[in-house]
């Protein structure tokens, strides 16, 4: 436990020394106001909640997380300090989960700068704050799984960008799952099961249900078995590519 | 003695490629292993399996009585290990990294201060603390990787190429903290520059191709080189026929080869079994009352006893 604070607080130190943390504050919080002002109608909408705010986290964080994930282990491995880390006395679970916890804290951190938004929904109407934070709890699961995504795919290469490439589109495959176009593409020729299959996979209808202001368990149960699938495959991908 | 590190019969793979294959030897404490060879020969590997960072296809290794393969927190916390190009968190500090360290190394509040303080005297680094260590020169940088290496006061420790790239006097400084720490720890130092083994090793192992060529201390190396104990005589005012004879005849002497220049003679002198002749040549000059201008008994190159060892094997 001792180890994975320890761990923990050096990488989300990490961000913060350089300009990133605060360029990417910025641009998250700057971001998340526009689409919801903007594209999601905000004022037009005339009801006092926060969906046209949550309805676009999955788009932003599909662009911005793998920024946030892709220096977790590509720079370890790009600098030779993976070989000083693994011959420190920690475990390839605390180093794992000490990274992961760090860029998680971050994620949690840029949304919890936008208190603005419920601020405002909360002085211009009469919201269900229950509601609002079932949507913050719901937005911040997603990032933790396309954060777990990020991070295991950043122990696949030296490069960040490449990093940054690969977890892109993992992550658009995890939200685009449910969207009916390709469903109905899967559809013509795909088996019914394997349709539904592929349907359960997509962080849009969990994350959806979860903002909706129903915290369902196995809307949870998806996104935590998500982070710890991607987790451990991060953990034997380090291991394989140790020395390579 | 107590063996602190030991190697048995480790095997690496790397695809087809056996970049270790059989290495086995062990490391006393008070001793200053020089774990030698050409590049590409398995230093490395060898070094980051024993430091528990790779898993051996095959073979153990012990360090203090902890199997690295199943105790691994145990065995770790017991060495000090600078990898190669001692890398660095770049946008970290000097004492941002150093904290890190010590806390992971499991040390808290005063003693961690302590600890952080007395390796910052130890290796000279007090006027780089707070600047990024990516902007700092390679000495410095190597200093900051020796101070995590030996932190935590480790009983052993794992140099691999300490001195790479330094210029001399900084590998002076490198060397004399090694000898400084050389009693009481167990240290094992790769390295290519052979200079390094005679300035601070008390045991040298060769290695090539991943197997293990040879292991002896640098005299005991330096004996299997070609010219040890050749004798390099100069002398004034003697004809070279007459001083080639005398020392032809001496016992023992196997040949016996001449340059001359304007006003001296020089001749080297071989022993058939590469004994040593200096005595009997001294006492030789002496009663035939020849001015001698040089008298030097070679001790043997070790880079040609390297050369041999790992050429041969090639």
Known sequence: MDKIAIIFRRELSAYFMTPIAYVFLVIFVFLAGIFAFDLGDFFARGQADLVSFFSFHPWLYLVLIPALSMRLWAEERRGGTIELLFTLPVTMTQAVL????????FTAIALALTFPMWITVNYLGDPDNGV????YVGSLLMAGAFLAIGTCLSALT???VIAFVLSAVVCLAFVMSGFPMVLQFFGDWAPAPLVAAISSFSFLSHFNSITKGVIDLRDLIFFVSLIAFWLFANAVLIEWKKGR | MEAMVEIDALVKRFGPITAVDGVSFAVQRGEVLGFLGPNGAGKSTTMKMVTGFLTPDSGRVTVVGDDIGKRPVAAKSRIGYLPEGAPLYGDMTPAGFLDFIAAIRGFKGAERKRRIDS????????????QPTETLSKGFKRRVGLAQAILHDPEVLILDEPNDGLDPNQKHEVRLLIQEMAAEKAIVLSTHILEEVDAVCTRAVIISQGKVLADGTPAELQAQADGHNQVHVGLRGVALEAARGALGALQGVDRVESTESEDEILLTVSAGDRGDLSGAIGGLAQSEGWLVTRLEVETGRLDSVFRDITRTEG
């Not at chain 1, 609002?132 to 949507?135: M, P, T």
Request: glycine content about 14%; overall charge positive.
């Open chain 2, 119 to 130: 390796v910052i005297d130890r290796v000279n680094i007090g006027g780089v603390l707070n």
């Open chain 1, 132 to 135: 609002i934070l079932a949507g």
């Open chain 1, 98 to 105: 000490g990274k992961f916890l760090a860029a998680w804290a």
């Open chain 1, 158 to 160: 030296r490069n960040q």
